[in-house]
């Protein structure tokens, strides 16, 4: 069984800075993609960013320049790295990852952790 679990969310002021991080673990064979996406209150699940297991990364427009994903493929981590945050950006954040396991790929989630930006 695959597990996806995510720590780092917290409470924090406008313009700080927070680091989610995520660790795959079970019978994995690979990891292919892996992200971060976020859901806040009445709001769609929105992909936040997302790197691919070369490091071509990708990033929402309102993230880009202050937001940077990196991942550990010998550790089955993926961290987000959250700089200038901004009240808007308040959400559940949940880690993604697309796992090559028993001849199959399967996408699978966290639990998330809520990130909190005041003003």
């Known amino acids: 069984q695959v597990q996806l679990v995510e720590s780092g969310g917290g409470l924090v002021q406008g313009g700080g800075s927070l680091r989610l991080s995520c660790s795959a673990t079970?019978?994995?064979?690979?990891?292919?993609?892996m992200g971060w996406y976020r859901q806040a209150p009445g709001k769609q699940r929105e992909l936040v960013a997302a790197?691919?297991?070369?490091?071509?990364?990708n990033y929402a427009d309102s993230v880009k320049g202050r937001f940077t994903i990196s991942r550990d493929n010998a550790k089955n981590t993926v961290t987000l790295q959250m700089n200038s945050l901004q009240p808007e950006d308040t959400a559940v954040y949940y880690c993604n990852a697309e796992i090559v396991m028993g001849g199959g790929t399967y996408s699978r989630w966290g639990q998330g952790t809520q990130v909190t930006v005041s003003s």
């Open positions: 790197i691919t297991s070369g490091d071509t990364t």
């Open positions: 079970g019978s994995i064979f690979r990891i292919n993609a």
